[in-house]
Structure formats: C-alpha cells, structure tokens
C-alpha cells in the first residue's frame, strides 16, 4: 500500500514562508497526479495544487504566484514552498495522490485516492 506523511507546518508572520514535504512510502511502482489540499476551521476542504509526472501544474487562483508545488519522482516527494503569505492561508494541509501503482510480492496493483495525516499552517501576528 501506499503511506503520506507531510511535514514543514508551523506559525508564520504575515508576509513570511513556509516549505511543505510529503514523503509517499511503500512498495511504490508509480504515482500519476501529486497534490496538495487544505482545510480551515467551518469550510470544506479545498484544492491549492497539484502536479502531474511530467511536471504540469495547477494552481487556485487564491494561491497563484505567492505558491509554488514541485516533486522528486527518485524519492516520491512532493513539496509546496509558500510565499507571501496571508492570515486566509491558515488551514490544515493535506497532501494527495490520485493514483499510484505499488507492487506486492510478485504482483502489482493500482490504488486512488491516497491522504495524508495532514499539518497545520498558521498565519498569524
């Protein structure tokens, strides 16, 4: 199966940055789209990035030029450098994979929709 863990979360000024990681780990084969998503208090989960294979991004309009996504394909990482960033950004942040195949034994298999724990951005002074 495949497993996300992110990292790079905290309590930052208005105006200040932030770098989130998300490692994908198991007996990965390939992942298809990366993304990232987040969450503040009362509203409902929305999308902020994502990133297919080839390197094609997608942005929210919210977070377009202030945040940039990218990913290691050799480490099956994907990472979200936050710039500029506005008390509206506060959120828990989520990291995704729409589709992976990972192997087990001698046989491989196709999963969806794969979520991390999430971490907690704070913009605040």
């Known amino acids: 199966q495949v497993q996300l863990v992110e990292s790079g979360g905290g309590l930052v000024q208005p105006g200040g940055s932030l770098r989130l990681s998300c490692v994908a780990s198991?007996?990965?084969?390939?992942?298809?789209?990366m993304g990232w998503y987040r969450q503040a208090p009362g509203k409902q989960r929305e999308l902020v990035a994502t990133?297919?294979?080839?390197?094609?991004?997608n942005y929210a309009d919210s977070v377009k030029d202030r945040f940039t996504i990218s990913r290691d394909n050799v480490q099956n990482t994907v990472y979200l450098q936050m710039d500029s960033l506005k008390p509206e950004d506060t959120a828990v942040y989520y990291c995704?994979?729409?589709?992976?195949?990972?192997?087990?034994?001698?046989?491989?298999?196709?999963?969806?929709?794969?979520w991390g724990p999430g971490t907690q951005v704070t913009v605040s002074s």
């Open positions: 198991g007996s990965i084969f390939s992942i298809d789209v």
């Open positions: 995704n994979i729409d589709r992976a195949t990972y192997y087990s034994g001698s046989a491989y298999y196709h999963g969806r929709d794969y």
């Open positions: 990133i297919t294979g080839g390197g094609s991004t």
